[in-house]
């Protein structure tokens, strides 16, 4: 298993403003993810980050809304840039263990914009 | 890229039924099909997976069927309880590990007492 970190828990912003989200994990792991839920609805992956190198961004994700650091082989932040009321979402970091493992997800970050 | 769509939205069935989730994806190179249920507030947990070279896989009340070919997915749940209420997603991924996941819409299942 992984015991996996995600700091603040919840959080309610000013629109404009920008919110990092924190993400440790018990154990070196080569890739993070990062997923959006929005309220009432799926996981949606925003970004996979390696440690040494830019993040992987799905489409409908960019770099400048949601920039993301891998400083070394436990730790990635996800930042939320110049938020807006749509931007509102639980965002939850992931990680596994590499082949024939299972995907583990940290408790989640509740943002709330106002 | 992947697309993984689910049914039902919702489902309510009787104590003791059974309940059956569908799930079907686009991209042919996926190989990874795990199941989560998530209770509200809380993180989503694995409670079933299975890889492609696997048709169908078994842990005491959940059981999950895959069919490549048609390119379907589908969880069981026998004998429910009113513990497994919960939205239970399906997902899908082309990784070697188990993530860089395509998660369906989600399934509401309600088991009335």
């Known amino acids: 298993s992984a015991v996996i970190s995600q700091k603040p828990s919840r959080d309610i912003c000013q629109r404009g403003t920008s919110l990092t989200i924190q993400c440790q994990v018990d154990?070196?792991?080569?890739?993070m993810f990062w997923y959006r839920q929005q309220p009432g609805q799926s996981l949606t992956l925003i970004a996979t980050?390696?440690?040494?190198?830019?993040?992987?961004?799905e489409s409908g994700f960019v770099i400048d809304k949601f920039p993301i650091s891998r400083p070394n082989l436990t730790f990635s932040t996800l930042t939320v840039s110049n938020m807006s009321p749509e931007d509102s979402s639980i965002y939850l970091c992931?990680?596994?263990?590499?082949?024939?493992?299972?995907?583990?997800f940290g408790q989640g970050t509740r943002l709330t914009v106002v | 890229g992947e697309n993984v769509e689910q049914h039902p939205s919702t489902l309510s069935v009787q104590e003791g039924d059974s309940a059956v989730i569908k799930c079907t994806y686009s991209?042919?190179?996926?190989?990874?099909f795990p199941w989560y249920k998530q209770e509200l507030g809380k993180r989503p947990q694995l409670i079933i997976d299975?890889?492609?070279?696997?048709g169908e896989k078994k842990d005491q009340r959940i059981a999950v069927t895959l069919n490549k070919t048609a390119k379907h997915f589908s969880l069981h749940i026998t004998e429910t309880q009113p513990e497994d209420s919960a939205v239970y997603f399906c997902?899908?991924?082309?990784?070697?590990?188990?993530?860089?996941?395509?998660f369906g819409t989600g399934t509401r299942l309600t088991v009335i007492p």
């Open positions: 154990s070196q792991v080569t890739m």
């Open positions: 992931s990680v596994d263990r590499g082949k024939n493992t299972e995907a583990f």
């Open positions: 997902a899908a991924s082309t990784a070697t590990g188990a993530n860089n996941l395509f």
């Open positions: 980050a390696n440690q040494g190198s830019e993040a992987t961004y």
């Open positions: 991209d042919s190179a996926s190989n990874y």
């Open positions: 299975i890889r492609s070279n696997v």
